[in-house]
C-alpha cells in the first residue's frame, strides 16, 4: 500500500508488485494513499498486477479497481495488470492472461471497454464454449 515510497528501491529488483487498490475508504492503513500507485510503480519499470483485497474488498470490484488506476495513473496498459501480468506472475500464461491461438479461450465479451462505468458483460466464453 505504499509502494510510492520506495518505488526506485523496488525497481532494482526482477520482482512484480502485487497491489490491492489504495482505496483511503476500505481500511486504516490506505487513508493516506492513492489509486496512482499502480501507475508510479509501473512508471519505475516494475511488472504490476492489480488485485482486489480479498476478503476486505469483493474481487467483483477488480474491474474498478484497475480503472481508477488507469484514471488516476495515466496507465495505459491497465489491462495488462488484470491479465497477461498475474498469468506471468502465476507461471500459467501459456494457457491464460491473452487471447492467442492455443490458450483455454476463457474470454468475456463487454459492451464498451471493461474499464468504462457502465460496461456490461455481454458474453462469456470457458473453454472456448459460450456460457450466457
Known sequence: TDGIAIADYLAKFPYPVIGAPDDPRSKHETWNKTYETAGVLSRAGLKVCITADHDVTPLYYLP??????????WMSWGLKAVTINPAEVLGIDDRKGSLTAGKD???VVWDQHPFAYQAHVEQVFLSGKAMC
Not at 64 to 72: P, T
Open 105 to 107: 479461450a476463457d474470454i
Open 64 to 73: 474498478v479497481y484497475a480503472a481508477l488506476s488507469v484514471r488516476d495513473a
